[in-house]
């Protein structure tokens, strides 16, 4: 028997593109056994609950997960797989691709998000009529675990140049946040200088300004938990959108891979959305799991179709989700 | 006697731009009385403090300040600035103008952000060895005094567009930061509500991805203290760079204009910084004196300027600092 994959469909669009991700997985013959969960708003009127306990110990059991997208519930259905995964990463290749078209073709980073704290470790009080607070946490220990998954990650080639020399970028705000950021800035810039990696730093806004000016002086950079959702975000908006882009969730023991985009109620159950994002991130999956030459077919097939293949409407085609997806698995 | 202008140039370009805006203040013959003050890196070096109590006091007690830029020692500078003239919104307008190249030459979008609390309010704590706290403050009042403002500068057909009618957009993280980001959030779209605004929300990650992709859809966005740096950073790289940003600190008594770019110590003492940011943060000071005409003049010819006139390099030009601004005071 193969490795146990946990599959979360959830709303919209989410049910089209997963079977989609995993139509390519089975293309492969890898002995997955695939075991389903439901989760988001549609579960949440049915049984009371977004993310029902055995939707969590499923992810949790799993050797990996593939989710799709949640809608109103996405919030209590994504942070708490997060945590079932016990996920210290969230990696979001944000790469431009030939054929389709992208703001700043030449975009091809990767952002390193810390996926346990900051403002996400949610400690909010309502202290009076007027006023609430948040507590914004950062630990040395996620900080550090997060930048030595960055060395690994630079060491290994994994980076857009694919070259062990090219270093990292740590966003951050430590110019305001001086304790807090500045912990997670000097945590990150001591492992970095300790594994002999590369790393320099710019400040969250200056980056904000910079990427759209020009995304190629950028390889992998690596941000705390919210710099990382929205920095990501505008990465995207330089590639063509969110329709490309997938993401892992990298925990100790397991990981969860979803595209980065939402359920776009819009055209959801039409059978017309783009299968890219949720395919690529099976091919992350693939690739966690070992299944390397695997998962770079998967790439390979991808860009190919994206290059000259049928495309859905959001790139301009008109093709199915269905049609993109047997192209897909036709030139692995 | 006309308004007294507390003139505070700090570092770097901010010694070469601040006085070509004041050049341009000085042609219109407004009587203002320039007093000036001294804040920043040098300033801390030969007094130990970046920004001295006199200083401090003089934009407190002035009617305008117009400020240029500090370098290592900006958050000391700017934060407390912005707390003497008791600032309550940060006014950011970003718009591509025709002869610049810009990513997105149709952007046209003003930033309204909250300007005393968020992460800024700075509470933060060393908890252990290993974790740092950092408390994040979210009022009804701040929000609502925004969100007043807001509607009146929508009503005054200050928007972009021109049009009362173009309402705003709130963006935030109140899917995550639901206490906080909720209240602000809800206390804007209240006050809108009330008064009759058009408003509608945005989560500020889907904004970072939708800004680039189609800027036109935006007009005035009104955010939470950190969202609007980096989004109105953002949008700086869509209309070609900090160089051509400028902005405003409102306050009850007075207010603060400053360019949104910092020191660029890489050109700064050479007399080639591109003084249009500060040009037109002064434009934006005339106008909150009630010099409107004179306001819209500076911009006139700030825009004609850049349409065809002498350029710094920063635009692709090898005019000097004094060459723009001469031109800019020719065609007022
Ligand atoms: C849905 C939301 C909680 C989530 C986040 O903020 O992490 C999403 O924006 C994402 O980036 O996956
Ligand atoms: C220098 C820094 C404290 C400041 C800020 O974060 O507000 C700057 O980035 C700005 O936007 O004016």
Redesign the pocket.
């Known amino acids: 028997m193969g490795e146990e994959i946990a599959v979360i469909e959830g709303d919209g669009i989410g049910r089209e593109v997963v079977p989609a991700a995993v139509e390519v997985l089975e293309a492969f013959d890898l002995g997955f056994e695939f075991v389903r969960g439901e989760a988001g708003d549609a579960t949440e009127e049915a049984t009371g609950e977004a993310l029902p306990a055995e939707t969590y110990d499923l992810a949790a059991e799993a050797d990996a997960t593939l989710f799709g997208a949640a809608g109103e519930t996405a919030a209590d259905v994504i942070l708490p797989l997060r945590d079932a995964v016990d996920s210290f990463v969230n990696v979001r290749p944000a790469k431009a691709y030939p054929g389709v078209d992208a703001l700043r073709p030449e975009t091809d980073v990767v952002f390193l998000r810390e996926n346990t704290e900051g403002v996400y470790s949610g400690h909010e009080d309502r202290l009076s009529e007027d006023l609430s607070t948040l507590t914004r946490v950062v630990t040395s220990s996620a900080s550090r675990e997060l930048a030595e998954y960055a060395c690994g990650f630079i060491e290994d080639g994994r980076g857009p140049a694919g070259d062990p020399d090219e270093g990292f970028t740590v966003a951050h ?1 430590a ?2 946040m001086r304790e807090t950021d500045g912990r997670f800035r000097d945590e990150v810039l001591s492992v970095a200088d300790e594994r002999g990696v590369d790393a320099d730093e710019e ?1 969250m ?2 980056f904000a300004t910079k990427l759209p000016l020009d995304p190629s002086q950028y390889g992998v950079i690596v941000c705390p938990n919210l710099a990382g959702d929205v920095l990501s975000d505008l990465a995207a908006g330089l590639v063509g959108g969110l329709g490309l882009l997938p993401s892992a969730n990298i925990g100790h023991e397991n990981a969860l891979f979803e595209p980065v985009h939402g359920t776009a109620p819009d055209i959801a159950g039409e059978g017309i959305a783009n299968p890219t994002a949720a395919v690529l991130s099976a091919a992350m999956l693939l690739e966690y799991l070992g299944h390397i030459e695997e998962g770079q077919r998967v790439r390979d097939a991808v860009e190919s179709v994206l290059a000259d293949g049928p495309r859905t409407g959001d790139l301009g085609g008109s093709a199915t989700t269905d049609e993109v997806t047997a192209a897909i698995v036709d030139r692995l």
Chains 1, 2 share one sequence.
Do not use: F, G, H, S
């Open positions: 705000k110019n305001v400040l806004d200056a």
